[in-house]
């Protein structure tokens, strides 16, 4: 088992963050001016010529300090030594249809996963210049000061965010039975369109809970890291171990976990609406 040293994690975290900056930069110079906007398969799966730009420039940072580790991308795929226990999973463009829109909610999101396990996490969100940063046993910051979760103790009071996967159309496993139920039984769920920002606004108690489903390693790797070093709790939705290749994911302050995960599980299919009552 691989035990990185603090100073290790604080170089990894240190070039992810110039990658991270990097990118963002890129992001910025295409804002407002893009010329051309693809579908990678699926209706609303957005790809534009700035999330290419700024996976480049993400590779090209990471492959500079790291050159025998592995590169998990969204556009790219794998890349580089693919037997690699260390694999940097990066989402250049978090929220391709904000940005593509220019509805102002996206990152840059980067996580190292050492053996499956993410240790290492960089949000950065250009718009509003805010970085967040975690790494294993070190807590997390924002803009370099500390950040924690919410207090928030109860589900009734809680403000919880979610997503839905490209597949929804496709899928009766799509979440909005979820979404509905638990907007009943809070002060609120939202939508934002970025998994990372949702986890990073988890971590710095803006919101109480996260959860979804149809994820990738990429989306959710960085935030992960931040959520537990402010203090949170993230887990599978039945509260076992986050497996973070299953695509689903439970994250919160940790106070209003188990009720949480409790509601979930026991959200009536949306087909038995008609007859249910919520």
Known sequence: MISPTPEQLQ????????????????????????????????????????DKAAEEEIIKVLKRHFPHHAILAEE?????????????????LDGTTNYAHQY???????????????????????????????AKGQGATRNRRPIQVSKTSELSK?????????????????????????????QGVRRSGAASLDLAYVACGRLDGYWERGLSPWD????????????GKVTAYERTPLQIRSGRILATNGHIHDSLSKELLRVPPLSSWGNTAV
């Open 158 to 186: 809680s403000l919880l965010v979610t997503g839905f996967a490209y597949d929804r159309r496709e899928t009766p496993d799509n979440n909005y039975a979820e979404f509905c139920y638990l907007t009943h039984l809070t």
């Open 76 to 92: 790219s795929g794998i890349i580089g030594n693919k037997n690699s226990e260390y694999i940097w999973a990066i989402d250049p």
């Open 220 to 231: 959710i790797a960085a935030g992960v890291v931040l959520v537990e070093e402010a203090g």
């Open 104 to 134: 102002p909610f996206y990152a840059v999101s980067i996580g190292l996963l050492i053996e499956d396990v993410p240790y290492v996490g960089v949000i950065f969100a250009p718009f509003d210049n805010e970085l967040f940063r975690a």
């Open 11 to 50: 170089i990894y975290l240190d070039i992810a963050t110039e990658a991270a900056m990097t990118a963002g930069a890129v992001l910025q110079t295409y804002w407002g001016n893009l010329e051309e906007i693809q579908e990678k398969g699926r209706q609303g799966d957005l790809v534009t010529i700035a």
